[in-house]
């Protein structure tokens, strides 16, 4: 049988072929695709490249991209002059790719319906008289890709050998995926691991201060919807990004971590605090940020998440003036999540009851922050907040602490 054109010597500029190629195969090409392969980012991507390529190389009338799905096997994918079985489910056992898999060997058949192994009444409807069957990873198999002739006749050394690389290649980038796929996971459970780890230190601050409700639910939801906003409106742009918005979203809830150290006599007084009270209360957050920094410190290095959290818990009471606490910050000075913060924070303050004061109106609360412009709080940031008040009205409306 002559070679396919497409597998014969193009030229000198090829390199030459590995010692396993008995001709000029068009190496770049090969070289291409399993390129391509490795770079492949799931297992839809890896079968639309084997579809897009290896009927050309390897000179073939079908090619389909078989996967092993525990007693059965799957024709997940296809390119071929006429339809195969994409699509359709075989038992194992009597599917020619399940012999392949099961024995682990590469399986050449001149004619179809000479051999036993073949499921002939499958075959009838289609076009294939000779085939090759190459498994996936021979030493696990968990797919196999097959190639398929309309005319009876033996498969050519260098088809078989260009299918096995292809499967090689293959094989490589499944392992590749399924890798990537287990560190992804494995990293969403380290995520959601850490944000339960958040909302159990932030429960501890709550549960301490029966009366904050919802409060530490609220004003995440707050500070994000100002984060959002302002940079969307061309402020703070170089800081917000969307990763920074989520990280600040997601450190939120730590906010008043330090009321843990605070003694309950001045925690829960239902009335307003003295001097001395007031003193005592305004050292949550230098807690909080010793709290964190301890966490971070068992952590033995430096968490993004962590760090801006301390420092929301650090800086949410600074005022834009200097008169806040615990350091006097001033201005820009004041990091810019504790400056959005400082919004969220009062706001859910104004307009929620407790036990030693009553909830305000919406539009009071806004006007009350309106009047700390350039005193409490960020001027730029308040304006934001202005345009966006209604949307505070409806978080603290979805999160309210009553039944």
Not at 137 to 153: C, F, H, L, N
């Amino acid at each position: 049988m002559s070679e396919p054109p497409h597998l014969l010597n193009l030229g000198s500029d090829m390199r030459a072929p590995p010692k396993d190629v008995p001709y000029d195969v068009p190496l770049t090409d090969l070289e291409e695709l399993s390129l391509s392969l490795s770079m492949a980012r799931g297992l839809d991507e890896i079968m639309a490249i084997v579809r897009g390529s290896a009927r050309r190389l390897v000179g073939a009338d079908g090619i389909t991209f078989v996967l092993r799905e525990g007693d059965q096997c799957y024709y997940a994918d296809e390119d071929a002059i006429a339809p195969l079985w994409k699509g359709q489910r075989f038992p194992f056992e009597s599917c020619i790719s399940g012999w392949a898999m099961g024995h682990r060997e590469v399986v050449v058949i001149d004619d179809i319906y000479a051999d036993s192994r073949i499921p002939r009444a499958a075959y009838r409807p289609t076009f294939v008289r000779s085939l090759v069957m190459v498994p996936v990873r021979p030493e696990d198999p968990v797919a196999a890709i097959g190639a398929y002739w309309a005319s009876k006749q033996p498969p050519s050394e260098a088809s078989v050998i260009v299918l096995k690389r292809i499967a090689n290649s293959a094989a490589v980038a499944m392992t590749n995926v399924a890798l990537l796929n287990s560190l992804r996971a494995a990293k969403e459970e380290a995520v959601r691991a850490k944000e339960a780890v958040i909302l159990a230190m932030a429960s501890l601050a709550e549960t301490r201060d029966s009366e904050t409700g919802n409060h530490i639910r609220r004003t995440q939801h707050y500070v994000r919807a100002l984060a959002r906003a302002s940079r969307d409106r061309g402020l703070y742009m170089q800081v917000l990004d969307t990763d920074m918005v989520d990280l600040i979203y997601k450190s939120a809830p730590l906010h008043d971590i330090g009321k843990v150290g605070i003694p309950d006599s001045i925690l829960l007084k239902p009335g307003k605090l003295d001097a001395d009270e007031f003193a005592v209360m305004k050292t949550h957050a230098e807690l909080g940020r010793q709290a964190i920094a301890e966490a971070e410190r068992h952590l033995g290095g430096v968490s993004s998440f962590l760090s801006l959290a301390m420092e929301i818990a650090h800086s949410h009471h600074e005022k834009w003036d200097g008169s806040g606490y615990p350091r006097g910050l001033k201005g820009e000075e004041i990091p810019l999540s504790g400056r959005l913060m400082a919004i969220a924070d009062v706001y859910d303050a104004l307009v929620t009851e407790r036990a030693y004061k009553s909830a305000l109106p919406h539009a009071q609360a806004v006007e009350i922050i309106v009047g700390d412009r350039g005193r409490h709080f960020d001027p730029a940031l308040t304006d934001v907040f202005v345009e966006i008040a209604a949307s505070f009205e409806t978080i603290h409306r979805t999160f309210s602490d009553g039944p």
